[in-house]
């Protein structure tokens, strides 16, 4: 009888720690994507004054320029 318990709370923490693994292994992806759209920085062109991210930004003679081709020169 004591064997069957033992099955039994073993059987249920293993589900629950699978349970927990998997819950693990769905919230991880959807934080790293939501993170960098969140945590870009904005600048403004010096050329055109428009505002662009960061990554899409060029720097020219110590200015934050976009990526506009009338703006690379
Ligand atoms: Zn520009």
Redesign the pocket.
């Given at each position: 009888m004591t064997r069957i318990l033992i099955l039994i709370v073993l059987g249920f923490i293993l589900f629950k720690l699978l349970k927990r693994l998997l819950n693990r292994t769905d919230a991880k992806p959807s934080a790293s994507q939501s993170k960098p759209l969140a945590e870009e920085k904005m600048i403004q062109?010096?050329?055109?004054?428009?505002h662009?991210p960061i990554s899409e930004s060029n720097s020219k003679n110590n200015q934050l320029?976009?990526n506009?081709p009338?703006?690379q020169n």
């Amino acid at each position: 009888m004591t064997r069957i318990l033992i099955l039994i709370v073993l059987g249920f923490i293993l589900f629950k720690l699978l349970k927990r693994l998997l819950n693990r292994t769905d919230a991880k992806p959807s934080a790293s994507q939501s993170k960098p759209l969140a945590e870009e920085k904005m600048i403004q062109c010096a050329k055109c004054g428009c505002h662009v991210p960061i990554s899409e930004s060029n720097s020219k003679n110590n200015q934050l320029i976009c990526n506009n081709p009338e703006c690379q020169n």
